[in-house]
Nanobody, 121 residues
Framework: QVQLVESGGGLVQAGGSLRLSCAASGSIFSINAMGWYRQAPGKQRELVAGFTSGGSTNYADSVKGRFTISRGNAKNTWYLQMVSLKPEDTAVYYC???????????????WGQGTQVTVSS
């Protein structure tokens, strides 16, 4: 079974930095796209940053210039570098990937369990 696991969340003061990590494990043929989402209590989940298989990136307007998505040295690892954090960035952050599992015909969407990011003012 394919699993995505996030790490790196925590409490940080406004203006601080944090780096989130995501690692995909299991029988994976390929990962075609990956990204980060966040969800605050009572709000809908929103895209924060995405990295497509074609090499393009996209960011929510609220995080442009502050957040950077990148791939890790490990093939199935990616990160979200967050700087100049603001209290409104407080949310549970989820990594996401479109994964082609081994011996499965087609791509499926997978989500991590979420990691809490809290930014104090």
């Amino acid at each position: 079974q394919v699993q995505l696991v996030e790490s790196g969340g925590g409490l940080v003061q406004a203006g601080g930095s944090l780096r989130l990590s995501c690692a995909a494990s299991g029988s994976i043929f390929s990962i075609n796209a990956m990204g980060w989402y966040r969800q605050a209590p009572g709000k809908q989940r929103e895209l924060v940053a995405g990295f497509t298989s074609g090499g393009s990136t996209n960011y929510a307007d609220s995080v442009k210039g502050r957040f950077t998505i990148s791939r890790g040295n490990a093939k199935n690892t990616w990160y979200l570098q967050m700087v100049s954090l603001k209290p409104e960035d407080t949310a549970v952050y989820y990594c996401q990937a479109n994964v082609w599992p081994a011996q499965v015909a087609g791509v499926h969407e997978y989500w991590g369990q979420g990691t809490q990011v809290t930014v104090s003012s």
